[in-house]
């Protein structure tokens, strides 16, 4: 089966700390594809990043990083020095190939306060 | 921004009731796929579209129908409503499958009573 869970529902955080949101998926597939979504208060959901199964390398884009290790089947975002415009929901999906078609399914997610 | 409209953004209608969801998108992927977003559960897949006229369901697919006659356009349809179909909707694009990113509309929020 192929799953997603984000154990952290809720994160409360003071601003300039740094905060990392939990991944862990499953597969049966050697060939899958996991991203990260955010999902601001006003609803709109963003892309922020997509790893493929087979490159393990971390990834920094400014304050946010990500730590992929397919040996704990983990892929987690941490944000360095948090701001109060990081609030938000944070979704991380699995994209896997269900029959002729992929399909991305996606934990519940996480939501991130950011307290000034 | 990926050029993905949603209509309506907000609707209440009464339970029983058949309810059009629809989807436009400017960009000319060829993947398009309808979520709903529920409290406590992410987002679900309900169906998606791998081209004119050719659709699948996902997992939460009872209750919904989908169409799609042209690549910009695909519907959502509810054929009765019911309050548990209450949520809101989301639809995406996807130039591709499996690696490629998908691009999120504005969403949908349908309140059944």
Known sequence: AQKVTQAQTEISVVEKEDVTLDCVYETRDTTYYLFWYKQPPSGELVFLIRRNSFDEQNEISGRYSWNFQKSTSSFNFTITASQVVDSAVYFCALSYSGGSNYKLTFGKGTLLTVNP | ?113
């Open chain 2, 1 to 113: 921004d990926a050029g993905i409209t949603q209509s309506p953004r907000h609707k209440v209608t009464e339970t029983g009731t058949p309810v059009t969801l629809r989807c436009h998108q400017t960009e000319n992927h060829r993947y398009m796929y309808w979520y709903r977003q529920d409290p406590g559960h992410g987002l679900r897949l309900i169906h998606y579209s791998y081209g004119v006229k050719d659709t699948d369901k996902g997992e939460v697919s009872d209750g919904y129908s989908v169409s799609r006659s042209k690549t910009e356009d695909f519907l959502l349809t509810l054929e009765s409503a019911t309050s548990s179909q209450t949520s809101v909707y989301f639809c995406a694009i996807a130039p591709g499958q499996g690696a490629y990113e998908q691009y999120f509309g504005p969403g949908t929020r349908l309140t059944v009573t």
